[in-house]
């Protein structure tokens, strides 16, 4: 008897679950690339009971899925990692807009997609990365690499390290640099890079900070999250890599240092909307923000989120540096202009 009763009670949620099946799960399509975030969607789906399920490619990926895809994408929510493939997205239609009142109070103006027509708002930052330079503390002078513009003179010839220009985290930094500089001078500074490279770029960002302490070159571009990683990693041999490089957030004394986002947005098919909407309000909450200051050492988008992260706050005075301010539209709207240009000057 008592089975019998277990039985019908599994029948009755079966059945009451294939109703609600579709406010139960999400469909994530995600770009972020980081073990951390586990914790984070798991301590969604104990809150929330909203299931994930998460399909992971990087952002161009995704971008190429949603379109190939079409109003039978099953996708609810895409988490992408740069600003400009946001941007990209939001440009292609492949968001809808959202209206959240949660949202629009967490997440500063400066961070998120301009509205759209009905009013709804098409992509949320999330947490931000700053691009910085690292640099081998014996060979060289922190006051050569304290500038983007650095990187191209060439007193900094054979020195550099830095991987491919086509990756996003590059096309967006030199797409900001093209709105400070100018498309001239921003390609000059391009063939400098390519003329004081090292080696022909290779791997990903902490590949670039661990050919500084090798010694294979002496400056590197990275996104401050890798670097942090290795400062409080406890093996030994990246103890050994952060006790070799100096770290400068470029810019300081000018348009300040470039920042990247990662972001959300509800795909534009979604058949759970309220499932999405949920879901990023809760990567804005405090206990989410945290956990991307925490756990991936990134810098929270929503304001006034306290973090305590030793690694962020060794690297910068307390945590704190100047950021440039330009819109991300504009180094949206320039990627393709980089791309020519890096394609004229050799830049790999
Ligand atoms: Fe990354």
Redesign the pocket.
């Given at each position: 008897m008592k089975k019998l009763v277990a039985l019908a009670a599994v029948l009755a949620v079966l059945a009451g679950g294939a109703a609600q099946a579709q406010e139960q799960a999400i469909n994530l399509y995600s770009a972020r690339?980081?073990s951390t975030d586990e914790a984070l969607y798991a301590d969604f789906t104990k809150t929330t009971g909203i299931k994930i399920n998460r399909v992971d490619a990087d952002d161009a990926g995704i971008i190429a899925r949603l379109k190939a895809e079409g109003s039978a994408s099953p996708a609810d929510v895409i988490l992408l990692?740069d600003a400009a493939r946001l941007w990209r997205g939001e440009q292609d239609g492949l968001f809808l807009p959202v209206k959240s009142k949660v949202l629009e109070d967490a997440i500063p103006a400066n961070l998120r997609a301009a509205p759209a027509a009905d009013g709804g708002i098409p992509w949320f930052g999330l947490s931000t990365?700053a691009r910085v330079v690292v640099y081998d503390k014996i060979k060289v002078r922190r006051a050569d690499v304290d500038t983007y513009e650095e990187l191209g003179d060439p007193k900094n010839k054979g020195k550099l390290c830095i991987r491919s220009g086509s990756h996003p985290?590059n096309l967006s930094l030199f797409g900001a640099v093209t709105e400070h500089l100018g498309a001239e001078k921003a390609e000059v500074w391009l063939k400098g890079m390519v003329d004081n490279m090292a080696r022909a770029p290779k791997g990903?960002?902490t590949d670039q900070i661990k050919g500084v302490a090798s010694g294979e070159c002496q400056i590197a571009v990275t996104?401050s999250?890798?670097l942090a990683r290795l400062m409080r990693s406890g093996k030994p041999e990246d103890q050994a890599v952060v006790e070799r490089v100096g770290v400068v957030f470029p810019n300081q004394d000018s348009w300040g240092t470039h920042v990247n986002v990662a972001g959300g947005a509800v795909a534009r098919h979604s058949r759970n909307t309220a499932g999405a909407v949920k879901f990023l309000e809760y990567l804005a909450s405090p206990a989410a923000q945290n956990h991307f200051a925490n756990g991936n050492n990134e810098w929270p988008a929503a304001k006034g989120v306290s973090f305590d992260n030793p690694a962020l706050k060794s690297m910068t005075a307390g945590g704190k540096f100047k950021s440039e301010t330009i819109p991300i539209s504009a180094v949206g709207a320039n990627q393709v202009k980089v791309q020519q240009m890096l394609d004229r000057v050799g830049f790999k």
């Amino acid at each position: 008897m008592k089975k019998l009763v277990a039985l019908a009670a599994v029948l009755a949620v079966l059945a009451g679950g294939a109703a609600q099946a579709q406010e139960q799960a999400i469909n994530l399509y995600s770009a972020r690339h980081y073990s951390t975030d586990e914790a984070l969607y798991a301590d969604f789906t104990k809150t929330t009971g909203i299931k994930i399920n998460r399909v992971d490619a990087d952002d161009a990926g995704i971008i190429a899925r949603l379109k190939a895809e079409g109003s039978a994408s099953p996708a609810d929510v895409i988490l992408l990692v740069d600003a400009a493939r946001l941007w990209r997205g939001e440009q292609d239609g492949l968001f809808l807009p959202v209206k959240s009142k949660v949202l629009e109070d967490a997440i500063p103006a400066n961070l998120r997609a301009a509205p759209a027509a009905d009013g709804g708002i098409p992509w949320f930052g999330l947490s931000t990365r700053a691009r910085v330079v690292v640099y081998d503390k014996i060979k060289v002078r922190r006051a050569d690499v304290d500038t983007y513009e650095e990187l191209g003179d060439p007193k900094n010839k054979g020195k550099l390290c830095i991987r491919s220009g086509s990756h996003p985290y590059n096309l967006s930094l030199f797409g900001a640099v093209t709105e400070h500089l100018g498309a001239e001078k921003a390609e000059v500074w391009l063939k400098g890079m390519v003329d004081n490279m090292a080696r022909a770029p290779k791997g990903g960002d902490t590949d670039q900070i661990k050919g500084v302490a090798s010694g294979e070159c002496q400056i590197a571009v990275t996104n401050s999250y890798y670097l942090a990683r290795l400062m409080r990693s406890g093996k030994p041999e990246d103890q050994a890599v952060v006790e070799r490089v100096g770290v400068v957030f470029p810019n300081q004394d000018s348009w300040g240092t470039h920042v990247n986002v990662a972001g959300g947005a509800v795909a534009r098919h979604s058949r759970n909307t309220a499932g999405a909407v949920k879901f990023l309000e809760y990567l804005a909450s405090p206990a989410a923000q945290n956990h991307f200051a925490n756990g991936n050492n990134e810098w929270p988008a929503a304001k006034g989120v306290s973090f305590d992260n030793p690694a962020l706050k060794s690297m910068t005075a307390g945590g704190k540096f100047k950021s440039e301010t330009i819109p991300i539209s504009a180094v949206g709207a320039n990627q393709v202009k980089v791309q020519q240009m890096l394609d004229r000057v050799g830049f790999k």
